[in-house]
């Protein structure tokens, strides 16, 4: 099993920034892809970043050139830097580790980040 604990969300004002970290534990094998998404209510849960073990990374295109997404290998540690936020990015947030093993993606409880205008 793998467990994800996320942490660094909150409340900030439009054009203010914040960092999200998630560390993964348990059974986790080497080749993984680690990533963030968010929900709001009433939608889907969709894809904001990911990055591979070897640091390829995917972003949505609403993020793009404002969120930075990274790892830490040895920590097995995902963060999400998120700059200029807008009002729009208000969700929750839920780390994602998707195994390269089995191909079985484990979640995070999810973080709040609400951008006020």
């Known amino acids: 099993q793998v467990q994800l604990v996320e942490s660094g969300g909150g409340l900030v004002q439009a054009g203010g920034s914040l960092r999200l970290s998630c560390v993964a534990s348990g059974k986790i094998f080497i080749i993984n892809t680690m990533g963030w998404y968010r929900q709001v209510p009433g939608k889907q849960r969709e894809l904001v970043a990911a990055i591979t073990q070897g640091n390829s990374t995917n972003y949505a295109d609403s993020v793009k050139g404002r969120f930075t997404v990274s790892r830490d290998n040895a920590k097995n540690t995902v963060y999400l830097q998120m700059n200029s936020l807008k009002p729009e990015d208000t969700a929750v947030y839920y780390c994602?580790?998707?195994?390269?093993?089995?191909?079985?993606?484990?979640w995070g409880q999810g973080t709040q980040v609400t951008v006020s205008s």
């Open positions: 994602n580790l998707l195994s390269g093993f089995d191909r079985r993606n484990y």
